[in-house]
Nanobody, 126 residues
């Protein structure tokens, strides 16, 4: 079992930045692919970014490429999502997720991610 706790969400103006953190506890953190998803009201949860076990490979949704950056610190059992140039359409609840898969994280379905955090709200005002 892996427990995930997100932090860092909040209210920001368009063009601003936020950094989300996800602290993991439980089994060996470095043995999990990690990812971030968002879910806007009335919509399905969708992939934002993913990072493999070592942190050497990252994946991004087209909508966030060049604006968001995912990273991980295996010594601190933490994964981060740096969000720059935020837009109102980025407003959503952001979830941290962990998977046993190490590759192809950008194309894994939601069901292929075994562990989820409780989510953190990000609101971008225009």
């Amino acid at each position: 079992q892996v427990q995930l706790v997100e932090s860092g969400g909040g209210l920001v103006q368009a063009g601003g930045s936020l950094r989300l953190s996800c602290a993991a506890s439980g089994r060996t953190f470095s043995g999990y692919g990690m990812g971030w998803f968002l879910q806007a009201p009335g919509k399905e949860r969708e992939f934002v970014a993913g990072i493999n076990w070592s942190g050497g490979t990252t994946y991004y949704a087209n909508s966030v490429k060049g604006r968001f950056s995912i990273s991980r610190d295996n010594a601190k059992n933490t994964v981060y999502l740096q969000m720059n140039s935020l837009k109102p359409e980025d407003t959503a609840v952001y979830y941290c997720a962990a998977t046993h898969w190490n590759g192809g994280l950008g194309s894994r379905t939601v069901d292929e991610w075994q562990y989820w955090g409780q989510g953190t709200q990000v609101t971008v005002s225009s």
